[in-house]
Structures are given as structure tokens and as C-alpha cells.
């Protein structure tokens, strides 16, 4: 439907010695900014930095939590593994709460529960409880990923492309401060504590969304519905996910902990070196915006997978160099940096996005940000330090060849009619 109530018509165009339908109501999105939805994009930025606080903020505090639950570091390992189970749970359930309701409320009431939980955590003295209430912190950063990917798309519909790259920015801007804020308490007596009180604070200010008007989701055609529907299709983009987020969550929970392990910095220099891996995906992720303008999100994908592979090579063949470190961590933090939005994209522009298939792509995204920080926290303390490095290599190998799947289903969808035994159930 057009703004003004009207029917927008459908067009036809010759392309292969194929007439092929456009259906114009991708295009019928008012494409200027007014000032509500410069507001209602403004918090969202907002909530994005106060969301990469809280996920950024667990990798340089683990040998405090795990000193206060009198535990090892292996098995504080399993925080990762119970975070990223609650967002798994967060995303699927809140992909379909966003479609049925307000989604600017849902918003507001997960960023209220992770104040409260992160207010607690420090206060935590047995693993299983700090397990709870990250299990708990991780269902609602679940329902904000999706929620927050979810509603710009339907704020923007399909000039999302820029809106989605400066999303992840301001994402990537609160994931790289949050390390240097860190190294400024970890020398302080209870710096643990005032770490998390701050960030309890910080999480609340973008609750103040919950008093603006919620974007809805566009009216799709059946042909468009089918395109959504396509089971292997969302699988296959989900693994896409799932490879990138594997890698990311595992690289920056686990470098602090690799670093001063082999005694190559101290705990404060450790910090800093997280925040140059946030720096370099903070500043990817601003170099995305334009490039996303000139190239087209699988070969954009491409270079990144590819890139992330070289950039993990000096780490691999020089584990025990600082100097090797610092180039893997500024080279991966670059390269992966913009395969989140990209991904993103490149799905809005092959199928029309719900609340439900965000959902569904976050059970790969988080299956892997479960599976390979759990891998490398059991190989870390009993294998060699390389070992984390080949993990890595083989998720971004497993990426590529994904991808390649991904553009031939793409492609036989284009030009087929899609079998009815094909279908997922309507989502």
C-alpha cells in the first residue's frame, strides 16, 4: 500500500527472453527522512551502542567473574555457551512478539531486564548463578538484535542499505569504548562491581523508544510470500550468520584471555588490545556505508570471508608474537565488520523480511556463537595456543563454501517455480 492509501501496481520487464514481474511496492517506501523517523533511527543507534557495551563487556571481565564464582577459566567458559542459548531462545520467540506486537515496548522491556541482570552479576559468587543470569541477560539481547534489524527494515524498507550499515557502526562504536572504559576499573578495588553498575545504567537510557510510534512490517504478495518461505534457502543464510558470529563472539571473548595466558601484556594492556579488534570492525563497518553503494552484498561477502581467512595467518604461523596478535586482531576485526549488515541486506533484497525470518536467522547465528566459543574455551587451556586460530580458519572455510550454495539457490529461484514441499509454514 502506497502512503496514501492507493494500490501500487505491478510492472513487467523482459530480461533473458523472460518477462518477469517486478512487484512495485518494494519501491513504494517514502524514501525521505522526516524528523520521527530521524528520532525513532537516532535511539536505535543508541540502543545499539548500549547493546555492544553489554556484549562486549563479558570477554575482558571473565578472570573477575570467574575470581569471584572461585572457578577456572575453562569452565567460566561456560557463560558464552549460556548467553548465546538465551539469545537463541530470545531471537526465535521475539522474531514472532515483534510481528503480533508493539515492537518499541518489547524494545524498551529488554533493554529494563538487561539492566537488572547486569546490576546483579557481580554480585554472583557460584558459576551456575552466573550462568542464570547471563542465560537471562542473553534472551533479552536475543529479542533486541532482532527487534532492532527488524524494525529499520520496516522504518526504511529498501533504501535500509546505509541505515543498516550505521546501525552496526554505532554497534561496533559501543563494542570498541566498553574495553577501554573496562581497563580504567580492573585496577580499582571492586572495579568488577562499579564495571557492571555502570553498565546497568548505561542500558537504561534507550528505554526512552518505548514512548515513540513502532514501524510495521509492509504488505507482501504470494509470490513474495513463497520467496520467504524457502527452507533451504533461510538455511543457508542462517549458516552464513552463524560462521560470522561464531567467529566474532569467540575472537573477542577469548583474545584477553589468549594474551595474558601467554604473558604477552598485562590485564590493562589486554583490554586495549580487545578494543583495537572492536577499533578495526568499528571502523569496517563506517567503510561499508560506501562501498555498500558500489558493490553487491555477495561479493562484498566474498572479500570478507577471504580477507578474514588472510588476516588470520600471521596469528597462526607466530602465535606467541605480540606484534603478529595486533595485526590478526586490527586485519579480522576490519574484515568482518560489515558480513552482519551485508547479509542482512542481501536477504531484504532476495526475500520480504518479518520478525519470524529475522528469527530464523538468528538460530544460526546463534548455534554459532554457541559452538565455536565453546570449542576454543575446552581447546584452550590443554592445547596449543595455535589451536584457536585453526578453529577460526575452518568457520570462515565453512563461510565460503556456504556462499557458494547460497548464490545457486538464489539464482535457481529466480528462474523456477518453487516446489509447495519446499515451503516452511507460514512465518
Partial sequence: MLPDGDICPNYFSLRNDKIIEIDMTEYSEERNLNMPKLKTTGLYYAGFVALGFSIASLGPTLPGLAQNAQTSLSAIGILFTARSLGSLIGSVAGGRIFDRLRGHSIIAASFLCIAIMTALTPFSSTLWLLAALLFVTGIAQGMLNVGGNTLLMWLHGRGVGPFMNALHFFFGLGTVMIPVIIAQ??????????????????????????????????????????????????????????????????FSGWIFTYVTRLDLVNETNAAYLTSVYWGALTLGRLAAIPISIRYEPIQILRADFTGALISLLPMLLWPESLTAVIITSAGLGFTLASIYPTTMTFAERIMPISGGVVGLFAVGNYVGSMLVPWIIGFLIESAPPWSMTVVLMIDMLIALVVLVFLVRRNTFLSTQNLPAENLLPKI
Fill in 185 to 250: 576499573f580492573v585496577e580499582r578495588q571492586d572495579g568488577i562491581i562499579w564495571i557492571y553498575l555502570f553498565l546497568a545504567v548505561v542500558v537504561l537510557v534507550p528505554t526512552v523508544v518505548a514512548f515513540l510510534p513502532s514501524p510495521t512490517a509492509a504488505v507482501v504478495s504470494h509470490r513474495q510470500e513463497e520467496t520467504r518461505r524457502d527452507a533451504l534457502l533461510i538455511l543457508l543464510i542462517s549458516l552464513v550468520f552463524g560462521c560470522y558470529q561464531g567467529a566474532t563472539i569467540s
